[in-house]
């Protein structure tokens, strides 16, 4: 096998699947037939798997033999453990994506949560939100407080 080959490079033919799977070549068919592991074709229709196919096959093989499921069981298994696959690299896409924005949600809110108020002799103090100017720079009745509305 050459260092190169990719685990879903469709290469080996039925015959060469059902040996390194551990299984009889008819069987191979058979679960390709019923979509358990679905080979690739070649121009001239024969069937190629891969590393990936070949180790689908021995999972079929072991759950049909040793946990005695069914294939109808062991179809509805495979379609729902691609679809946890499926969601959740979804769920990790997602929530990188909140990651960024609360990244981004936060460097606006530090530059533009500051707010500012002038003082009774017209000194210019920064504040946090919700802070008061304390109380010996101004009064309340006097002071100019200015925020934006987020």
């Not at 799977?21 to 069937?47: C, E, I, P």
């Not at 093989?61 to 005695?68: A, R, V, Y």
């Not at 696959?85 to 994506?97: F, Q, V």
């Amino acid at each position: 096998m050459s260092p190169s080959l990719s685990r879903n490079e469709a290469v080996f033919s039925v015959s060469i699947a059902a040996q390194m799977a551990g299984m009889h070549a008819q069987t191979v068919r058979q679960y390709d037939r019923l979509g358990l592991v679905v080979a690739s074709r070649t121009k001239g229709g024969g069937r190629r798997y891969s590393l990936n196919d070949i180790e689908a096959l021995q999972e079929i093989q072991q759950l049909s033999q040793e946990e005695g499921i069914n294939l109808a069981g062991i179809s509805r298994i495979l379609k729902l453990e691609n679809e946890v696959k499926k969601l959740r690299r979804e769920n990790s896409r997602l929530r990188s994506t909140i990651g960024k924005l609360r990244g981004l949600l936060l460097e606006k809110e530090e530059a533009d949560g500051r707010v500012f108020a002038a003082t009774q002799d017209g000194s210019i103090i920064a504040l946090s939100r919700g802070e008061r100017p304390p109380a010996g720079r101004s009064r309340a009745s006097s002071a100019l407080v200015i925020w934006r509305p987020r």
